[in-house]
């Protein structure tokens, strides 16, 4: 069975500070998925950011970055130059590659980051 | 507006009640998924279809609940008998075709409350 760990459950940071949001994951998989949603109050669910397995480079999108450690099995991410629309539920999430239990999203409980001026 | 739609976006109803959710995908999606969140929880995943094969169940389907998609598009998903333990955020995601399945797109979720 896969899960997701999110061990911060709150964190908050001043707008134009770097913050870094913590997953870690436990598979026996080698090859799989693993993706970052963002959730507004009262919004619903968009993706930030996907990192695939067998790339060994970090993803980046803009001010979001991650980093993949997959000895580890930990996946953070970072955002930099905070904006108050920032603010959100943080969700990690992984999916296998293969087989029958393809295209399932296995989340973390989140982390509700706040971004205070 | 091209996302994801549910319909109703709230419903409230009494224990023992019988409800059915819509959820219609991003029209070009053929994978469509239904995940139900509670407070203070991350999305558990409940079903997942590709076109109108319903390709695995999550053992939280319990035989109360049937969800559909006849002609692959749109889904329904049915408590029955609903209880208060089913209260939660209902929501339904898409993804396009592809080998392997690609973002999925979330819609607004359904809120449950079961008085």
């Known amino acids: 069975a896969q899960t997701v760990t999110q061990s911060q459950p709150e964190m908050s940071v001043q707008d134009a500070e770097t913050v870094t949001l913590s997953c870690t994951y436990d598979?026996?998989?080698?090859?799989?998925?693993l993706f970052w949603y963002k959730q507004p109050p009262s919004r619903q669910m968009i993706l930030v950011i996907r990192?695939?397995?067998?790339?060994?480079q970090n993803a980046t999108e803009n001010r979001f970055s991650v980093n993949f450690q997959k000895a580890a099995k930990s996946f953070s991410l970072k955002i930099s130059d905070s904006q108050l629309g920032d603010t959100a539920m943080y969700f990690c999430?992984?999916?296998?590659?293969?087989?029958?239990?393809?295209?399932?999203?296995?989340f973390g409980r989140g982390t509700q980051l706040t971004v205070w001026p | 507006d091209t996302g994801v739609s549910q319909d109703p976006r709230h419903k409230i109803t009494k224990r023992g009640q019988n409800v059915t959710f819509r959820c219609d995908p991003i029209?070009?999606?053929?994978?469509l998924y239904w995940y139900r969140q509670t407070l203070g929880q991350g999305p558990e995943f409940l079903t997942y279809?590709?076109?109108?094969?319903?390709?695995?169940k999550s053992r939280l389907l319990s035989d109360r609940f049937s969800a559909e998609r006849p002609k692959g598009s749109f889904s329904t998903l049915e408590i029955q008998r609903t209880e208060q333990g089913d209260s939660a955020m209902y929501l339904c995601?898409?993804?396009?075709?592809?080998?392997?399945?690609?973002?999925?797109?979330f819609g607004p979720g359904t809120r449950l409350t079961v008085l």
């Open positions: 995601a898409s993804s396009p075709p592809g080998q392997v399945p690609g973002e999925q797109f």
């Open positions: 598979t026996s998989e080698n090859n799989y998925y």
């Open positions: 279809f590709q076109n109108e094969a319903q390709l695995e």
């Open positions: 999430a992984f999916m296998k590659d293969r087989g029958s239990t393809l295209g399932r999203l296995y």
């Open positions: 029209s070009e999606h053929n994978r």
């Open positions: 990192q695939e397995a067998y790339k060994q």
